[in-house]
């Protein structure tokens, strides 16, 4: 099955920047795109930003819409999520995500594999 790693998350202040990356083992006739959702403690998954390899059109949450950037390498099966003016509320674990088509992008339905997560806590 497709393993996606991510990787950048830590500890920044707020204001500032991180660069999350995301790299599938695998890419499928069936990939349609990829995708960034998170989850804060006691709260449920929400999408964040996705990106479809064949149009490259991206979407964003309005919450980080201007702040936010995805991009990715299809031919390297990888997803980047660049995150500026960072605030305490978008301390979560992210998950990246790979999509297939038929469902709407920001739902989790959309999404066949899944990343273990890594961790952004943003301080005030």
């Known amino acids: 099955q497709v393993q996606l790693v991510e990787s950048g998350g830590g500890l920044v202040q707020a204001g500032g920047s991180l660069r999350l990356s995301c790299a599938a083992s695998?890419?499928?006739?069936?990939?349609?795109?990829m995708g960034w959702f998170r989850q804060a403690p006691e709260k449920e998954r929400e999408f964040v930003a996705a990106?479809?390899?064949?149009?490259?059109?991206?979407y964003y949450a309005d919450s980080v819409k201007g702040r936010f950037t995805i991009s990715g390498d299809n031919a390297k099966n990888t997803v980047y999520l660049q995150m500026n003016s960072l605030k305490p509320e978008d301390t979560a674990v992210y998950y990246c995500?790979?999509?297939?088509?038929?469902?709407?992008?920001?739902?989790?339905?959309?999404?066949?594999?899944w990343g273990q997560g890594t961790q952004v806590t943003v301080s005030s």
């Open positions: 990106i479809s390899w064949g149009t490259s059109r991206t």
């Open positions: 995500a790979v999509r297939t088509p038929g469902i709407n992008y920001y739902s989790t339905r959309a999404y066949g594999y």
């Open positions: 695998e890419r499928t006739a069936s990939t349609y795109g």
